[in-house]
């Protein structure tokens, strides 16, 4: 068996696979040996372990089989067993201790022998060496094309690209407004956005709308979008090359491999624009609140058979509420209809028409349009409306030549004029009755050809539909997604009533866990000895870490305070004693040294199950872009008529 490993510095110099393979193959042949097999790592470093080099790993698994497939490994050099004593020693020793050995073709040697690990040894210590010689050369490059102001390697920072070496502006060469995916011009777009909105979020909402994409083409949030923008290397113009913390570094604290290098860039920024923006990112203006804005208000059936509109809050967060709340009148009956967490039913419902809207096979089927004819069956179907046609006019020009021929025979047996119509109609009508047959299978044919257009238009414009919305729709507004809802005529009913709350609001416990994004702990003997000499109030008649037990066993499960087991005592003693203690700054206090201590996640209730209706007319959701493609992709065979359907969406 022969091992062949080069790295890709060694590629470079002509010591390929090839190279070493005819080296191996040949001391195979001379010494006699019979060669079973061979193994190679191509461009893979000599410092890695055998685990970490796909050939050598492979090999190490093949020698472990019984019997044994081979007795012993040949290399062309002792360098292509490892650089690093690590590298080198440990598969050698783990080959040996099995009974095989490893064959050097280039000083003849092998470490079945007392001599032979010896040259192994200075082999092994010779490769190192050189290993620690070409590290040197080459960081002593990278240290001089940094201080050329070369670009080293590594991540390229956002808004910059490699040009002949050097990092230069990923820009275009027109106005800031590009929209071709260039960093720079990214960067620029995305400062001058947030200077004006004061807002990371809506600046990157700006982006997305306007085109801009991140470098892995996902859209930009406003974590993003700050990270880039106030990026140091962005604000500064300038790289710093060994400046990390991660710099080997000598006893007195020097880097190892060359000194710190700042490499100036091109500046993204003017001063004017940096400054500008430390301002604006360090005093953020105080703007008007925004407007909620409620994409289903008045789509949302309630129980009561009132609408939901937007309104009101749940802890602090955007909720629907019943119109049935509201008194007609002074003294008319009102609703209990809880209030509905306004971002979890609008993420829930867009989620589902942005779903169906996006498969273009679900909306064929829910709009009856089946599978279109194959370009073939189509030309096959006109092809044989053809030949109907000219079939109808042969036997159109038959009947008259029949017709004559008949009249004349008749005339010459001189009938009356009643027997002899009689006489011709019999004469005529087998060819009669073909020309009916011809007809109606030639109406048979343009009606099915006719449904087959209509086909082919109604399930193209689903299928631009669906196009678009999986291209564009991605991340819609708020306040577009409530156009659309609009357009749509959305209805959202429950399959059973929502659940209720105080006041429409979460569980205070649960809001308590929630507000601070903390999980619940588990209460074991050391937490409970933990925190039992902090307790403020302790509940009579009953074990408090009982109580506190149960208490953490609602906020886990998220079940009622009334549904609580029994094995945990009186319900309403819980919620006496949960209020206390939030109140006293005992639960602060117990949660806290609890912190470390196992938990699980806070219980999520489940979400409405709800049922949507929404009427689809594709032609009124594309735009006009969409339907030049629509128009395109008929090549004349449709004429863009409009139809419409209702689905209704299960959960």
């Given at each position: 068996m022969d091992y062949l490993r080069v790295s890709t510095e060694e590629q470079t110099k002509g010591y390929g696979i090839a190279y070493s393979g005819k080296k191996t193959a040949g001391y195979i042949s001379q010494k006699g040996w019979e060669h079973v097999g061979t193994f190679v790592d191509e461009g893979v470093s000599g410092a890695l372990e055998s685990r970490q080099r796909p050939g050598l790993r492979r090999l190490m698994e093949q020698a472990w089989t019984v019997p044994r497939p081979f007795d012993i490994v040949v290399v062309n050099e002792g360098r292509a067993i490892g650089r690093t004593g690590r590298a080198f020693w440990r598969?050698?020793?783990?080959?040996?201790?099995?009974?095989?050995?490893?064959?050097?073709?280039?000083?003849?040697?092998?470490?079945?022998?007392?001599?032979?690990?010896?040259?192994?040894?200075?082999?092994?210590?010779?490769?190192?060496?050189?290993?620690?010689?070409?590290?040197?050369?080459?960081?002593?490059?990278?240290?001089?094309?940094?201080?050329?102001?070369?670009?080293?390697?590594?991540?390229?920072?956002?808004?910059?690209?490699?040009?002949?070496?050097?990092?230069?502006?990923?820009?275009?060469?027109?106005?800031?407004?590009?929209?071709?995916?260039?960093?720079?011009?990214?960067?620029?777009?995305?400062?001058?956005?947030?200077?004006?909105?004061?807002?990371?979020?809506?600046?990157?909402?700006?982006?997305?709308?306007?085109?801009?994409?991140?470098?892995?083409?996902?859209?930009?949030?406003?974590?993003?979008?700050?990270?880039?923008?106030?990026?140091?290397?962005?604000?500064?113009?300038?790289?710093?090359?060994?400046?990390?913390?991660?710099?080997?570094?000598?006893?007195?604290?020097?880097?190892v491999?060359?000194?710190?290098?700042?490499?100036?860039?091109?500046?993204v920024f003017t001063p004017a624009e940096v400054e500008e923006l430390r301002v604006a990112s360090r005093r953020p203006v105080r703007t008007l609140q925004r407007v909620r804005v409620y994409t289903l208000s008045g789509r949302i059936v309630s129980p009561c058979g009132k609408r939901y509109?937007?309104?009101?809050?749940?802890?602090?967060?955007?909720?629907?509420?019943?119109?049935?709340?509201?008194?007609a009148y002074v003294g008319a009956p009102t609703c209990s209809c809880p209030y509905l967490a306004a971002d979890s039913v609008e993420e829930q419902t867009w989620r589902r028409v942005r779903t169906l809207l996006g498969?273009?096979?679900?909306?064929?089927?829910?709009?009856?349009?089946?599978?279109?004819?194959?370009?073939?069956?189509?030309?096959?179907?006109?092809?044989?409306?053809?030949?109907?046609d000219r079939q109808i006019r042969t036997h159109r020009q038959a009947l008259a030549i029949a017709l004559r021929v008949a009249a004349k025979e008749v005339a010459a047996h001189d009938l009356g004029l009643e027997e002899s119509e009689k006489a011709v109609e019999r004469q005529i009508a087998p060819l009669q009755a073909e020309l009916s047959a011809l007809l109606d299978a030639q109406r048979e044919l343009k009606d099915r050809l006719a449904k087959t257009d209509t086909e082919r238009e109604r399930s193209a414009q689903l299928v631009e539909l669906a196009a678009m919305t999986r291209r564009m729709w991605g991340s819609l507004s708020l306040e577009r997604q409530k156009k659309l809802m609009a357009v749509l005529d959305v209805e959202v009913s429950f399959h059973e009533p929502p659940r209720r709350g105080r006041k429409g609001q979460l569980c205070a416990l649960a809001a308590w866990f929630t507000d601070r994004r903390l999980q619940v702990p588990l209460l074991t003997d050391e937490g409970w000895a933990a925190i039992e000499p902090m307790i403020t109030h302790r509940p009579r008649g009953v074990s408090p870490r009982l109580v506190m037990t149960g208490i953490l066993y609602k906020a886990r499960t998220g079940t009622p305070w009334n549904a609580l087991p029994d094995l945990f005592g009186s319900s309403s003693t819980l919620q006496t004693y949960a209020a206390?203690?939030?109140?006293?700054?005992?639960?602060?206090?117990?949660?806290?040294?609890?912190?470390?201590?196992?938990?699980?996640?806070?219980?999520?209730?489940?979400?409405?199950?709800?049922?949507?209706?929404?009427?689809?007319?594709?032609?009124?959701?594309?735009?006009g872009a969409q339907r030049g493609n629509l128009s395109a992709s008929l090549q004349g065979h449709g004429t863009e008529r409009e139809f419409r359907f209702w689905v209704e969406l299960e959960p």
């Open positions: 598969w050698v020793w783990e080959l040996q201790e099995i009974g095989i050995f490893v064959a050097v073709v280039k000083r003849d040697y092998d470490n079945s022998t007392p001599e032979g690990e010896s040259k192994m040894r200075k082999d092994a210590d010779y490769a190192e060496d050189e290993r620690e010689i070409i590290r040197e050369r080459t960081q002593g490059g990278i240290q001089e094309k940094a201080e050329s102001g070369g670009y080293v390697g590594g991540k390229v920072p956002y808004g910059y690209r490699v040009d002949a070496s050097h990092l230069v502006l990923d820009e275009c060469l027109g106005d800031n407004h590009c929209t071709a995916g260039h960093e720079a011009c990214a960067l620029r777009r995305g400062r001058k956005l947030y200077v004006v909105s004061r807002d990371w979020s809506r600046a990157a909402h700006a982006m997305n709308a306007g085109g801009f994409r991140r470098r892995n083409g996902g859209l930009w949030d406003g974590q993003s979008l700050r990270q880039q923008v106030l990026n140091p290397i962005v604000l500064e113009a300038r790289q710093v090359f060994r400046g990390s913390r991660g710099v080997r570094r000598d006893h007195e604290g020097r880097p491999n060359g000194d710190r290098v700042v490499i100036p860039l091109p500046p509109i937007g309104g009101g809050t749940i802890l602090r967060t955007k909720a629907y509420r019943c119109q049935g709340r509201n008194k498969d273009a096979d679900r909306l064929r089927g829910m709009a009856g349009c089946h599978s279109a004819p194959s370009t073939a069956q189509r030309d096959g179907s006109e092809k044989r409306r053809g030949e109907l206390r203690w939030r109140e006293s700054g005992f639960w602060e206090n117990a949660m806290r040294s609890l912190s470390a201590a196992k938990s699980t996640p806070l219980s999520t209730s489940p979400g409405i199950k709800t049922r949507i209706e929404c009427s689809i007319e594709p032609l009124n959701l594309l735009s």
